[in-house]
Nanobody, 119 residues
Framework: QVQLVESGGGLAQPGGSLRLSCAAS????????MSWVRQAPGKGLEWVSG????????DYADSVKGRFTISRDNANKKMYLQMNSLKPEDTALYYC????????????WGQGTQVTVSS
């Protein structure tokens, strides 16, 4: 069955960096666009970034543009999100998701990894 497993979350200071990873299994990863979606405490889902099946067309929400970088390794069925210049408002549960924006186009979700940005 489809599995998406996130890792790499944790506590970071404002201005710091974290790198999230998503390990995919149970489906032909190379054929699917993938995304990162987050949910801050008390708020709805926010699409953060997405990438096409072949690694092209990386796209970002305005809130993270210039600070986050998405990438993927099709040979190893992994996706990454490099997060730099972190802000307290980046605090959220980050989900790996199969599909592209908007979030209604996502058909599978991971369980999420918590990112907390605080001094």
């Amino acid at each position: 069955q489809v599995q998406l497993v996130e890792s790499g979350g944790g506590l970071a200071q404002p201005g710091g960096s974290l790198r999230l990873s998503c390990a995919a299994s149970g489906f032909p990863f190379i054929y699917y666009a993938m995304s990162w979606v987050r949910q801050a405490p008390g708020k709805g889902l926010e699409w953060v970034s997405g990438i096409y099946h072949d690694g092209s067309n990386p796209d970002y929400a305005d809130s993270v543009k210039g600070r986050f970088t998405i990438s993927r390794d099709n040979a190893n069925k992994k996706m990454y999100l490099q997060m730099n210049s972190l802000k307290p408002e980046d605090t959220a549960l980050y989900y790996c998701a199969r599909g592209f924006r908007p979030t209604t186009r996502v058909d599978y979700w991971g369980q999420g990894t918590q990112v907390t940005v605080s001094s």
